[in-house]
């Protein structure tokens, strides 16, 4: 049921803003019918606040969720909507007081409301074609720039893999649980294994003869104080070291 929280809360602030309107602009059935939309205008403002509370409360479902997105809708909808909201209320305030004064008659004034609906309308459209297509072309850029970075990147990897490659002496690098990360063509030498039989296992599974010796010793005490040390050690099997 928590799911309908959004939905309830919608319909909570959509009859009571009803109500609030009917006060606005003085229409008694919308507040004061007996037993069907009687409500105090403090009861209406809480239960609009409430509702409005309700579908805050809930960021991963809609609206909120729309809303708060960082995409080029969310951006539109956070703008769009206050004006959605106030305009229409604005306009027909200003036409019902203007024909109350006696400015111009009931034609008039509907025609006047519908003219500054459509320019409010249109004014919207152009303002959120120009966000839409300044934050489109704030990606673009982004976009290119992160890609430029990423190409840069990878030349810089192959950069120092040729190096690596391109050494006379063993180079391994090992991860955190001491499994191999990378090795280069001299070390699948020293080492008698292929890159297939090295990369993703762990060194003590691979060489438990180092286990206890003076290897294991060094590689903790380089991962725990990150400090560096050279050692000689004897295996077995593959020899010095």
Known sequence: WRGARP????????????SLIGFLFHADPLYALPRLTAIALQTATFLCALGLGLVAGSPRKEPMRMLLSPTASGMLARRGLPIAIVAPIGIAFLRLQGQRAGLYDTEMGAALASSAFVGVACAMLA????????????????????????????????????TLESLSDGFVTLGATYRFQYVNREAERLLRRTRDELLGR?????????????????????TRAGSTRSVEAHDPVLGRW
């Open 7 to 18: 939905v309830l809360g919608l319909l909570i602030s959509g009859v009571s803003g009803l």
């Open 127 to 162: 303002w959120g074609s120009v966000a839409v297509r300044k934050r489109e072309r704030a990606l673009a850029v982004a976009n290119v720039a992160r890609s430029k970075t990423e190409t840069a990147l990878r030349v810089s990897e192959a950069r120092v893999v040729a």
């Open 202 to 222: 762990s060194l003590w599974e691979l060489f438990p003869g180092m286990l206890g010796s003076e290897v294991e010793a060094a590689l903790r005490d380089v």
